[in-house]
């Protein structure tokens, strides 16, 4: 089972950007849906985007025109431009292989990377 593990989170001030990464322990050719997912405290982990394996992304509402998923299968690679953040946008985040539906997702959740936006 491919493993990925997820890096570029930090602290950045409202209207900044953070690029994460999603680093695959194998190749991610085969894998269909990837998806970024975050979880604020106190509230339940939710998808922030998907990318399918012929390119097709969906957004959460809160995140669409802002953020932006991409995948490098030569890289073995998934990532989330973050532009514009806000407050609201503070959570883990986590990178993981989807089911169809995007609820299920493979295997265990990681320790993500976290994401803390200033006012």
Known sequence: QVQLV????????????????CAASGSISNINLVGWYRQAPG?????VAGI????NT???DS???RFTISRDNAK?????QMNMLKPEDTAVY???AALPGWTLVVGSWGQGTQVTVSS
């Open 6 to 21: 997820e890096s570029g989170g930090g602290l950045v001030q409202a209207g900044g950007s953070l690029r994460l990464s």
């Open 43 to 47: 509230k339940q982990r939710k998808l």
């Open 52 to 55: 399918s394996s012929d390119g």
């Open 58 to 60: 969906n957004y959460a």
């Open 63 to 65: 995140v669409k025109g």
């Open 76 to 80: 073995n690679a998934v990532y989330l």
């Open 94 to 96: 986590y990178c993981k």
